[in-house]
């Protein structure tokens, strides 16, 4: 896909953007008052202290917002746009009570479009601007989110519901059927919106997909170069189920890894009950997990040992998991990560959680050389956020971008550059 070609245009505004720190952990680079430079092609150009007469052409001054990366949440439930804070858990009796039923309903691709409008105004006023996303199991409905996606002018990972066992009747589709649709889906929308859009294969989780399913899915997956994102290792109920469904798997991860899902392009989410051995293998094969820790603790599903993946240098996302997770803030999602970390005796730094969201998070999905920072030569993918006027520096922005978000406002985001959302007072 080509990218239409535009006048550089720049923008002035204090700036935050995440760096990777040597030897592990993370920095910033703050800036008091920047000019950010965007190319014809939405890429960042110049990232400099601001200059009178540094840029010859209008300047669109954003002060005192502060210019970062936009947030990237790794894993996202569309069809639970409407289901968040329904507290039924543990996770499968959730599943049976609260999100099933409502995903059903997904079948009417009126209903579908309506929510994915909801889905994806609330992701823009949250600043988020890409998402990796679960559909339903119905094509039409992924169709409808694709749609919505292009026209918010979001950058979104999505992949229909893969499902033929162990759920509702409505939302068990065969996979002679699944696999054909989502082949029809990816020639529809995998590079679509000039690449910011990619189908992901998506099997729900090892419980609910056959053994041919899940195979043919990666057959499809191969054939396109496909993200693969799933669960795994969730709840202690959830790992017992896939081993009893997959009993010739030696554990929950074996299951994918024999079917040819485990790659080095595959997403993890969860992981909290993960043996050794399982960790070993993810790290050998170069997939990534994603953590979802406002989800585990609504669930009450455990508590992800960041330790785990870190010793193995396994990358690690961030992911809101709406609906169990309760806002479609990452910031929340950055939050949660810290008090989870906690009950394991670990304090993560402000500027660690904010890598996580946002450089971390797009190394983890593929993304790291394209947006996460705002460098120059990658797309500029970028929010500017309102802080109290008494809040300086970058210490003081980080604490509140992590542990007040009330206190700071998603005022604009952009995509390459592109204004695509404005905060209406």
Known sequence: MTIAHRPPRAYRGRLLTPLAAPGGGAAVRYLDDALLVVDERGRIAQVEPFALGAFRGPVLDLRPAVLMPGFIDAHVHFPQTRVIGSASGPLLDWLERSVFPEEVRFRDDGYAALVAGEFTSRLLASGTTTCVVFSSSCPGATDQLFRALLRAGLRGIAGLTLMDRN??????????????????????????????????????????????????????????????????????????????????ARDYLDVYDRVGLLTGRTLLAHGIHLSSREWDRIAEV???????????????????????????????????????????????????????????????????????????TADAVGLGCVIGSLDPGKEADFIAVRFPDHVLGASELLNHLVFAPETASVQRSFIRGKPIYSHQP
């Open 167 to 248: 759920c509702p009747e409505a939302l068990c589709v065969p996979h002679d059927e699944a696999i054909p649709a989502a082949r029809d889906l990816v020639q529809r929308w995998h590079g679509a919106g000039d690449g910011l859009l990619e189908f992901a294969i998506t099997p729900r989780f090892a419980p609910s997909c056959s053994r041919p399913l899940m195979e043919a899915a990666a057959r499809l997956a191969l054939d396109h170069g496909l993200l693969v994102q799933t669960h795994i290792a969730e709840t202690l109920a959830e790992a017992e189920a896939a081993r009893r469904e997959h009993p010739w």
């Open 286 to 360: 170069g997939s990534s997990v994603v953590h979802c820790p406002d989800s585990n603790f609504f669930l009450g599903s455990g508590r992800m040992r960041l330790a785990d993946a870190r010793a193995r240098a396994v990358p690690v996302a961030l992911g809101s998991d709406v609906g169990a997770g309760r806002s479609f803030d990452m910031r929340r999602s950055m939050s949660s990560a810290f008090d989870n970390a906690l009950c394991h005796g670990e304090r993560l730094p402000p500027a660690d959680l904010f890598f996580t969201a946002t450089q971390g």
